[in-house]
């Protein structure tokens, strides 16, 4: 079994940037694939990037493509996302997912793990 838990959601400006983190417990996180998605009031959760098991491949989603980055430390069973040059519509909730695969995928219900969910509000 594996828990993730999301930190370093906030309240950002227009143009700012937040880091998100995303712990795990377990002691295979090496192989696991980890994704972050998001989702605003009223629409269809979102997938924003995912990262490989040993954090070498990479896939974005095109709304973040250039101002996001995944990435995972396997020594702190701790993945990442930065994310620069924060718009008003990047605000929701973030959450953190994770499968055991070699695969990354941007669909949500390839994830067996999930996290609660980290608050991003970007202010106008």
């Known amino acids: 079994q594996v828990q993730l838990v999301e930190s370093g959601g906030g309240l950002v400006q227009a143009g700012g940037s937040l880091r998100l983190s995303c712990a795990a417990s377990?002691?295979?996180?090496?192989?696991?694939?980890m994704a972050w998605f998001r989702q605003a009031p009223g629409k269809e959760r979102e997938f924003l990037a995912a990262v490989s098991g040993i954090g070498t491949s990479t896939y974005y989603g095109d709304s973040v493509k250039g101002r996001f980055t995944i990435s995972k430390d396997n020594a702190k069973n701790t993945g990442y996302l930065q994310m620069n040059n924060l718009k008003p519509e990047d605000t929701a909730v973030y959450y953190c997912?994770?499968?055991?695969?070699?695969?990354?995928?941007?669909?949500?219900?390839?994830?067996?793990?999930w996290g609660q969910g980290t608050q991003v509000t970007v202010s106008s």
């Open positions: 377990g002691r295979t996180f090496s192989t696991l694939v």
């Open positions: 997912a994770a499968r055991y695969s070699v695969n990354l995928s941007s669909s949500s219900s390839q994830y067996n793990y």
